[in-house]
């Protein structure tokens, strides 16, 4: 869920369970018992399950995401919710975040985050949250991004 509540989990053979605990005991420290048992609670309610599934989907569209703007730019997958859009060399990622807001869209420019953008221009891109987008909205949302890129790039 998130590295941090500092919880995981093995599946593993009976007969290894206890060396794997005494092994994660070595490692790290167990976190508090009441996040541990706040999160037993959660599975056992199925939450995690519907979880999982949330994430499966989401992944399957950055995967469409990837089909559908990789071609003409390289998309990098993120860690779960945002997916790094590179853009060719000259794009100028804010000027192309600010037009994008004013066509319904919300990406984030990644030079933003750099001290020094014009030392790293490398680091031009932009930032998109894929966590909101349904599949119907995923499609014109990336014919929009790919007009803009298009049109300013």
């Not at 541990?36 to 995690?48: I, P, S």
């Not at 420019?109 to 894929?130: C, F, I, M, N």
Request: net charge positive; hydrophobic share 50%.
């Amino acid at each position: 869920m998130s590295p941090a509540l500092g919880l995981g989990f093995v599946v593993a053979p009976l007969p290894l369970a206890e060396r794997f605990a005494e092994v994660a005991g070595c490692l790290a420290p167990a976190p508090n018992l009441a996040t541990q048992l706040a999160f037993a609670e959660f599975m056992a309610d199925g939450h995690y399950l519907r979880h999982l599934r949330h994430m499966k989907t989401l992944y399957a569209q950055r995967a469409l995401l990837r089909a559908r703007l990789g071609s003409q730019a390289d998309v990098d997958a993120m860690a779960g919710l945002a997916v790094r859009l590179r853009l060719p060399p000259g794009c100028d990622d804010r000027a192309i975040a600010a037009e994008a807001v004013r066509r319904g869209i919300a990406p984030s420019a990644v030079s933003r985050w750099y001290a020094d953008p014009e030392r790293h221009p490398q680091q031009r891109g932009l930032l998109l949250g894929v966590t909101n987008l349904t599949g119907a909205r995923l499609g014109p949302a990336c014919d929009t991004l790919m007009a803009l890129l298009a049109q300013m790039c």
